[in-house]
């Protein structure tokens, strides 16, 4: 019987079906309790606290931070991502001109997952960029995860703003290049005016 | 006495496509159940539209004088039972459906997080329209009240150390209230797409590590992210403008070649330094593809969009490998 190809080849799948499945078990097993508690209280507390804080004043300290480059790229997008969270967060370029809306778009989209180093919540469903990598380091050299996971955070901070900063430079380019000078002139003055879309009742 | 048309509209963190209320000489009460004494939602509505305030802790009033029910409630109990007697309710928590009683909970009937600006009188062409649609609704469950409605005395202040009770007792209310709600939303954003991801994560690692793909793929990236050179040129190359777009989608392909990388740093394979470097290197594409969309989530022009994309994609190719090199020479600090 146990000659049998027929045999050994049916015994041979079961056992590695059954073994791939067990595997797979094991990494979901190890990700559940290893991530997903964190996660669930982070992501409560975090909840709580926007509501606490209040969309007007969240809203009134991004339109603050909108008003000068080194915080447009910086704080702006970490407060939007922070307090939004990942799609929403780029309904925050609404409070800027024109003219800054791709910088903006740029610099907050390449914060989204850095900024899960710390606060998880802010993208939660694209956790694994950093904790697939992370993981790895925690296993090998636990001592160095805090330090990574702050440079991570801080070193997302200054890519963002030179992100920002070069994004903003080429738009202008562009639009000098494509002759939309006269329509983003208008768009200026329309935003001088006060007319921010979205912010007029 | 003269009434008025207002709408209630949800806050922030709340739930229901808002109410339009118009009081009439029977229904012409705003019930506040929100521990004692008059909650400043339940006074505002009543302002606006014309109808009495009544603290319902302390005083008894028929349902069908009822024109609101204002509430604290981001649990149980009092969430679900004024709409169970579909009786329009106000929550001034940020509750959603729940509860033993979640299936009364109906978005023609309940509105929450509600704040004092969140209450507004409606113009008299929109209440005009409001009211035509609620006639219907009105006429099918007109069972006249007999006697008309005695109005209701005037609330009574409370004072003193009993005031500082109730304060105190909302104060706590809210923060467990808003805790639990939080929780709630945590649970739900972790089903829809925390664990799925998981699961799919789970089985990628356990197809990689047991048919040994990982050893292979291993031989073919580790010479590229074991020097810094080989690390800035994958930032190059996921920052490519025909390739971004491609890569960007749900960060999925981020997020595998993370978890594989992670393995190998896991196994010593790689150094531990270069993990930062390598973070950003597999991540220069991050959001390529949502750029319009993003733009539009930020109310952007048309031209704005179409201007912005090449500006986007285009410093990428710079930006991309330059936090590589950021990165690389940070990682020195670890």
Not at chain 1, 156 to 167: E, P
Not at chain 2, 31 to 46: C, D, N, R
Request: glycine share 10%.
């Amino acid at each position: 019987m146990d000659n049998n190809p027929v045999m050994r080849g049916i015994t041979w799948f079961a056992t590695h079906f059954i073994g791939l499945f067990n595997a797979s078990a094991d990494a979901f097993t190890s990700l559940l309790t290893g991530i997903l508690p964190l996660l669930m209280v982070m992501l409560t507390f975090m909840y709580a606290l926007t509501t606490w804080i209040g969309e007007e004043r969240v809203t009134h300290a991004i339109q603050w931070a909108g008003r000068w480059a080194l915080t447009r790229y910086t704080i702006m997008p970490f407060l939007a991502m922070l307090l939004l969270t990942n799609p929403m967060a780029y309904t925050f370029g609404r409070f800027l001109p024109e003219r800054y809306k791709p910088a903006f778009y740029d610099s907050t989209v390449s914060f989204c997952h850095p900024i899960t180093s710390l606060f998880p919540h802010a993208n939660a469903g694209e956790i694994f960029v950093w904790s697939g990598v992370s993981a790895g380091v925690l296993q090998i050299a636990p001592d160095k995860y805090a330090t990574l996971a702050a440079l991570y955070f801080l070193v997302g901070l200054v890519v963002i703003l030179i992100r920002g900063i070069a994004t903003q430079w080429l738009t202008g380019v562009l639009i000098k290049r494509g002759g939309h000078e006269e329509t983003f002139k208008r768009y200026d003055e329309a935003y001088e005016a006060g007319r921010i879309q979205g912010v007029q009742e | 006495m003269s009434y008025n048309t207002i709408k209630v509209s949800k806050g922030s963190g709340g739930w229901g496509k808002g109410l339009v209320l118009t009081p009439n000489d029977q229904k012409n009460v705003v019930l506040s159940v929100t521990g004692g004494g008059i909650h400043p939602v339940a006074a505002k509505i009543a302002e606006l539209s014309g109808a009495t305030p009544v603290d319902g802790f302390t005083n008894q009033v028929p349902d069908e004088q009822v024109l609101a029910v204002v509430i604290n409630c981001g649990g149980t109990a009092r969430i679900g039972v004024y709409p169970k007697k579909r009786m329009p309710t106000v929550d001034i928590y940020p509750g959603s459906p729940t509860g033993p009683l979640a299936q009364y909970i109906t978005d023609d009937i309940f509105v929450s997080d509600v704040g004092v600006n969140n209450i507004a009188a409606l113009g008299a062409a929109e209440a005009a329209a409001a009211v035509a649609a609620d006639a219907q609704a009105q006429t099918a469950a007109a069972t006249p009240a007999s006697t008309p409605a005695p109005t209701p005395p005037p609330p009574p202040q409370q004072k003193g150390f009993m005031s500082w009770v109730v304060k105190f007792g909302n104060a706590i209310g809210y923060i467990i209230n808003t805790l639990l709600s939080s929780g709630r939303q945590a649970l739900d954003i972790i089903l829809k797409t925390v664990l799925p991801f998981m699961a799919y994560v789970g089985l990628l690692i356990g197809i990689v590590n047991y048919t040994g793909i990982s050893n292979v793929l291993a031989s073919w990236v580790t010479p590229l992210a074991s020097n810094p050179v080989g690390l800035i040129l994958l930032g190059v190359i996921v920052a490519l403008p025909f390739l971004s777009p491609i890569l960007g989608p749900g960060a999925a392909i981020a997020q595998v070649i993370g978890v594989l990388m992670g393995t190998q740093i896991g196994l010593g394979a790689l150094p531990v330094q270069y993990a930062l470097p390598t973070l950003f290197a597999i991540d220069g594409q991050v959001g390529c593809d949502f750029v319009p969309v993003g733009l539009s989530l930020g109310e952007a022009k048309p031209e704005t969009v179409s201007v912005g994309v090449s500006a986007v994609l285009f410093t990428r190719l710079v930006t991309s490998p330059l936090a590589v090199a950021i990165a690389y020479l940070a990682s020195f600090l670890i």
